[in-house]
C-alpha cells in the first residue's frame, strides 16, 4: 500500500482500456471512504465515459466561446479535445450544506478527499490518472449546463486510462515543507 503511494504520480498521455464496470466500482468504493465529519457524505461523482465524452467536449467548447467571443478555432479545437484525452473522467462536486453546523469548508475538504481517494484506488489498480481543474470548474454557465448548483462545487475532472508511457515519479522531498510546531511563547 505504501508503496503505492510513494510510486503515484499524475499521468498525461492515456490509451484504452479505461476501468470497467467492477473496476469503476472499486474505484467509487474507495472514494466514499474519505473522512467525513457529520457523516453528510458530501459528494456527487459523474462518470464520463463513451459518447458522453463528445456531449462533454461540445459543452467545453460552447463554454469557451461564451466567454471568450474571439476565441480562435485552435483554441475551441483544443478545449475540445480536453474530455477526450482518457477513455474514462469522473468529475467529482463538493455537495455543499451551508446551512449545516459542520462547516462549508470541512464539505469541500471531504470531497476532495474522496477524489484524491480515486486518484490512488486508480493507481493502485494499475491505472493513470490526472485530476485537473480550469476555467470550466468556476464557469456558472458551464456549471449550469453540466448540472451542478449553487451551492456545490465543482472540484475538478479526474481523468483516467490505461498508461502509455511511464508517469515521472520524481517528488519534492517532504521535509522541505514540514516544521516540527511547538506553541509561540512571549518573551518575559
Known amino acids: 500500500m505504501i508503496d503505492d503511494l510513494l510510486s503515484r504520480s499524475s499521468v498525461s498521455d492515456f490509451s484504452d482500456p479505461g476501468p470497467d464496470d467492477a473496476e469503476l466500482?472499486?474505484?467509487?468504493?474507495?472514494?466514499v471512504r474519505a473522512p467525513d465529519h457529520g457523516k453528510l457524505h458530501p459528494w456527487q461523482f459523474l462518470v464520463i465515459q463513451g459518447e458522453a465524452r463528445n456531449e462533454l467536449s461540445e459543452l467545453f467548447a460552447d463554454a469557451l466561446v461564451r466567454?471568450?467571443?474571439?476565441?480562435?478555432?485552435?483554441?475551441i479545437a483544443k478545449e475540445k479535445a480536453?474530455?477526450?484525452r482518457s477513455p474514462a473522467t469522473i468529475a467529482v462536486v463538493a455537495k455543499?450544506?451551508?446551512?449545516h453546523k459542520i462547516p462549508v469548508v470541512e464539505q469541500v475538504v471531504s470531497a476532495?478527499?474522496?477524489?484524491?481517494?480515486?486518484?490512488?484506488?486508480v493507481h493502485?489498480?494499475?491505472?493513470?490518472?490526472?485530476?485537473?481543474?480550469?476555467?470550466?470548474?468556476y464557469d456558472p454557465y458551464f456549471l449550469a449546463e453540466f448540472g451542478v448548483r449553487p451551492p456545490d462545487q465543482l472540484l475538478g475532472f479526474i481523468h483516467i486510462g490505461s498508461l502509455k508511457t511511464a508517469p515521472e515519479t520524481t517528488r519534492p522531498d517532504a521535509?522541505?515543507?514540514t516544521t516540527e510546531w511547538r506553541r509561540a511563547r512571549p518573551d518575559r
Open 112 to 121: 476532495a478527499a474522496a477524489g484524491m481517494n480515486i486518484v490512488n484506488a
Open 124 to 137: 493502485a489498480l494499475g491505472f493513470g490518472a490526472k485530476w485537473v481543474t480550469g476555467a470550466n470548474c
Open 96 to 99: 455543499v450544506t451551508p446551512e
Open 82 to 84: 480536453k474530455p477526450l
Open 25 to 31: 466500482r472499486l474505484i467509487l468504493a474507495a472514494a
Open 67 to 75: 466567454r471568450e467571443p474571439q476565441a480562435t478555432d485552435k483554441q
Open 175 to 177: 521535509a522541505q515543507f
